[in-house]
DNA sequence: TCTATTGTTCGAATATAATCGAACAATAGA
DNA sequence: TCTATTGTTCGATTATATTCGAACAATAGA
């Protein structure tokens, strides 16, 4: 079963952190993603975008070291690295959430 | 003795927090500004960089809250608005500090 | 093997950002 | 008033990002 590649949390620098939480459409997915505590597919979002802008943009997620995507049969089941993040930029994604919570 | 506007806290966004701190060079310069713990005017951060590019940078870090601007003679003394900025966003600003530090 | 489902990749168009020299503005001090 | 200092603004160039339709790839299930 092929996956896709992730960068090791160590290679991910803060710059690409803070660029993947810029944009709103991304924000979102990753307040989804934390609100829902669990794994969940790319089309699950309904976000009103294509599906090409929407994989652009979990392309992103994953390459800032934000988003880990698993294949399952055809879907690709996406979790936020939680843990990775918060030891590699502790309280940042943490703090990020509790922003966007109260939002 | 004019003085440069800066946004109220509460018309900040989150993303614009981001995307202020998704560059490198503005990294630095917010990175330089809380280790010195003072104001500092633009001219000392010596980043190698026209002023022109610094001012650029410096209009965008002022757009995202993050820094205030006040005019003293010809120089313009910057701060990091920490306190805003916590209250807003709290721990946001200060777990990316901290790493930055160990960076 | 055929088809439906789920995403990715490609390519092109549009939008936004970074960069930097040159001109400009405000002020201090001679 | 003249000059030096400190930044900003302008304008043009180059580089990156966003967006989305269309084509493609992998898999499950009939």
């Known amino acids: 079963m092929r996956?896709?590649?992730?960068?090791?949390?160590?290679?991910?620098?803060?710059?690409?952190?803070?660029?993947?939480?810029?944009?709103?459409?991304?924000?979102?997915?990753?307040?989804?993603?934390?609100?829902?505590?669990?794994?969940?597919?790319?089309?699950?979002?309904?976000?009103?975008?294509?599906?090409?802008?929407?994989?652009?943009?979990?392309?992103?997620l994953r390459s800032a070291g934000l988003v880990e995507t698993l294949i399952e049969g055809t879907e690709h089941m996406n979790a936020l690295r939680v843990a990775d993040i918060e030891q590699k930029f502790p309280g940042v994604l943490q703090s990020v959430l509790k922003a966007l919570d109260q939002a």
């Open 3 to 60: 996956q896709i590649k992730h960068p090791a949390i160590e290679q991910v620098e803060l710059t690409d952190l803070m660029y993947a939480l810029s944009d709103p459409t991304r924000l979102e997915i990753v307040a989804r993603l934390a609100a829902a505590g669990r794994k969940m597919t790319c089309g699950e979002f309904d976000l009103n975008r294509p599906k090409s802008s929407m994989s652009h943009h979990f392309k992103i």
